[in-house]
Every structure is written in structure tokens, then in C-alpha cells.
């Protein structure tokens, strides 16, 4: 998934969003990366003071399903990303909802297909 993101907004992104490399080149670190990519899963395609606390709630709501979200991927470190923006679709919470229920509806379809 290419998405198109800033991390311009982003408070010390310059220190917490990057690793240097044995090269001395600079790499987005692993959980920044996630985060970015996070954006379309949860449906929310700007992080703000505003929306953390539902960007927080979608992404628990996706661990708990069986996504793989990395336990470093803290409520904490969501909060430290407020600002980065992406080039994402957004959803409203109730399609956020429809959408995980029908990913379950059909892995759950899936799974008795291969089971019969």
C-alpha cells in the first residue's frame, strides 16, 4: 500500500521518526512505518489532539481481532505521532465497524468453506 504521508507536524519527528543506518543514511523507524500504514486500516488519515483517543480505539479494536499490531504501537506512542498526516481514506466510525465486522464475517465464511 503507497501512501503518501508528512511527518512535518510531528513534534522531535526528526529525532523519534528516524534510525540511522551503518551508512549514515537515514531510514523510517519500524513503528513510525506502522503507524503511517495504520492510518488506512483505522481510517483516519490525519492524527490530531482531537481524534488520538479514536485513532487508539480502532487500532485496539483491530489487535483484538487478530491484526497484527506491534505491542510497541502503545497508546503513548500513537499520542507522540499527533500530526502526521497521510494520504489515506478516511471512514467514519460506523463504516470503521461495518468494515471489521465483514473482514470477520468472511474469514469466518472462509474457514467453514475449507473445514467442509
Not at 36 to 63: E, H, M, P, W
Not at 83 to 110: C, H, I, P
Request: hydrophobic share 40%; proline share 3%; charged share 25%.
Amino acid at each position: 500500500m503507497n501512501l503518501n504521508w508528512d511527518l512535518t507536524n510531528v513534534e522531535n519527528s526528526d529525532k523519534m521518526c528516524w534510525t540511522q543506518q551503518e551508512d549514515g543514511k537515514f531510514k523510517l523507524n519500524d513503528v513510525t512505518e506502522f503507524i503511517i500504514n495504520l492510518t488506512a486500516f483505522v481510517g483516519i488519515n490525519q492524527i490530531s489532539k482531537n481524534n488520538c483517543k479514536d485513532f487508539v480505539r480502532r487500532a485496539y479494536i483491530l489487535k483484538h481481532v487478530g491484526f497484527p499490531v506491534p505491542d510497541e504501537v502503545t497508546p503513548a506512542i500513537i499520542e507522540s505521532h499527533v500530526g502526521l498526516q497521510t494520504s489515506a481514506s478516511t471512514m467514519d466510525y460506523r463504516s470503521f465497524k461495518n468494515k471489521v465486522f465483514d473482514s470477520l464475517e468472511e474469514a469466518v465464511v472462509t474457514q467453514l468453506k475449507a473445514t467442509a
